[in-house]
């Protein structure tokens, strides 16, 4: 059943959709440096809970102002005085919204600039591509504040750069930018100019193909990681036989099979 998605009904997020079934999502809290506070972060579930089920066919997730997302609202978090509890169950809404992310089968294109940091690296790693542009700077200075990450940078984060590099970012606060941020995996491009017009154009090709393989590549993927070698085997055929027989790709594959279809070519 396909459900409606109102914008109007969203005030930390500002949901503008396109003809072609891209939908740009945009942090709008750039006072705050697009840091989350709880309401953000309810926003996040309600949006990405219905993603899959409205048509999106790819999502740009931008940023007002200057900065990505400066990742948790300390000054929410200090003057709400939250109990262990109360906390504990904050962090499992900040899993909810990224597990919707990472799982729901939308590709989500990350638009980065300025901060990405702490909470806001949490967010970014949910995304399947990240662009970053040359003002893009990534840390995790949990360590230095007090405070232990709380909305799967242990998961995520450790997955891109590896457990050493991840427990040096927090212990020492160490930021990572440029190129050498590429090649850690944390972003898989950087750009001259806008990263939300490379994310555009990187969303509009993903929109392209039919929305079962892009449901396989966006959440299969990141299931078969969390299973042993033999059940992601199983699990790989098992998703191969659905995609691979859909009836909406009997063209692909005739215009492939006529040689009508554009052929793979290197980078020019």
Request: charged share 25%; glycine share 6%.
């Given at each position: 059943m396909t459900v409606q998605i109102d914008p109007a009904g969203y005030k930390t997020l500002e949901l503008k959709p396109h003809d072609d079934g891209v939908w740009v999502v945009t942090l709008n809290r750039p006072a705050k440096r697009n840091a989350l506070d709880s309401?953000?972060?309810?926003?996040?579930?309600?949006?990405?809970?219905?993603a899959p089920r409205a048509g999106i066919r790819a999502i740009v997730l931008a940023a007002a102002g200057d900065h990505f997302c400066a990742g948790l609202d300390l000054v929410e978090h200090h003057q709400a005085d939250r109990s262990p509890a109360a906390f504990m169950h904050?962090?499992?809404?900040?899993?909810?919204?990224?597990?919707?992310?990472?799982?729901?089968g939308v590709p989500i294109i990350a638009a980065l600039k300025g901060a990405v940091v702490g909470g806001g690296l949490e967010l970014a790693s949910a995304?399947?591509?990240?662009?970053?542009?040359?003002?893009?700077y990534f840390a995790l200075?949990?360590?230095?504040?007090g405070l232990f990450t709380g909305g799967g940078a242990t998961i995520r984060v450790t997955a891109l750069v590896g457990q050493a590099r991840m427990?040096?970012?927090?212990?020492?606060?160490?930021?990572?930018?440029?190129?050498?941020?590429?090649?850690?995996?944390?972003?898989?491009?950087?750009?001259?100019?806008?990263?939300?017009?490379?994310?555009?154009?990187?969303?509009?090709?993903a929109a392209q193909n039919l929305p079962l393989s892009n449901f396989a590549i966006c959440s299969g993927i990141s299931h078969m990681q969390?299973?042993?070698?033999?059940?992601?085997?199983?699990?790989?055929?098992?998703?191969?036989?659905?995609?691979?027989?859909?009836?909406?790709?009997?063209?692909?594959?005739?215009a492939f099979a006529d040689k009508s279809a554009a052929r793979v070519r290197p980078n020019e």
């Open positions: 309401h953000a972060i309810e926003e996040l579930v309600a949006f990405f809970s219905a904050l962090c499992l809404r900040w899993h909810e919204a990224f597990n919707k992310m990472e799982y729901g995304a399947h591509i990240r662009v970053m542009d040359q003002t893009t200075p949990e360590g230095q504040r427990v040096d970012m927090m212990l020492t606060g160490r930021v990572y930018q440029g190129q050498e941020a590429v090649d850690l995996g944390l972003a898989q491009y950087m750009t001259e100019g806008s990263s939300l017009e490379r994310a555009l154009e990187l969303a509009r090709k969390n299973m042993s070698a033999l059940d992601a085997a199983y699990a790989e055929a098992v998703l191969a036989g659905v995609v691979n027989t859909q009836p909406e790709a009997r063209a692909r594959l005739a």
